[in-house]
């Protein structure tokens, strides 16, 4: 029972944010870089699915770019939830049926999110 309602609170909330919101709230947790504003003062637009541009400079930029979720191609939300219930305590086996991963996927995102906790403790030592 308190695993369905913790998956449901984490859908929930992730559904709340919109896509936008997905990337910031990832950047906030430090799983995708922050782009540079290369004008300084420029506004972020949307132009395509995952890609963005500077209204004033036309800088065009993927938020996955140079993160280690640069080749996958599935979407941002995704990659938050899977991270919060990683962090929850799920298995893998169990995140890859609640949102409908391959095992490549969910295997590949595994590794990212075990390496970038590694890196997290080694920093904190």
């Known amino acids: 029972m308190g695993e369905c309602s913790t998956v449901q609170r984490i ?3 992730i559904k709340d944010l919109g ?3 997905v990337v910031e709230e ?12 290369h004008c300084k003062g420029g506004r972020i637009i949307k132009i395509r ?6 209204s004033i400079c036309g800088y065009e930029f993927s938020p ?18 899977f991270y919060k219930l990683f962090i929850s305590g799920f298995n893998y086996k169990m995140i890859s049926q609640i ?3 391959s095992k ?3 295997l590949r995102l595994l590794r990212i999110f ?3 906790n590694e890196k997290t403790y080694r920093e904190a030592l």
Do not use: D
């Open 11 to 13: 859908m929930e909330g």
């Open 19 to 21: 896509e936008w919101g």
């Open 26 to 37: 990832m950047q906030r947790l430090g799983l995708l870089m922050i782009p540079e504003n």
């Open 49 to 54: 699915r995952v890609k963005y541009k500077c």
């Open 64 to 81: 996955k770019q140079g993160s280690p979720f640069e080749g996958l191609r599935i979407p941002y939300w995704k990659i938050l939830a």
């Open 99 to 101: 949102l409908n991963l």
């Open 104 to 106: 490549p996927t969910t």
């Open 114 to 116: 075990k390496g970038l």
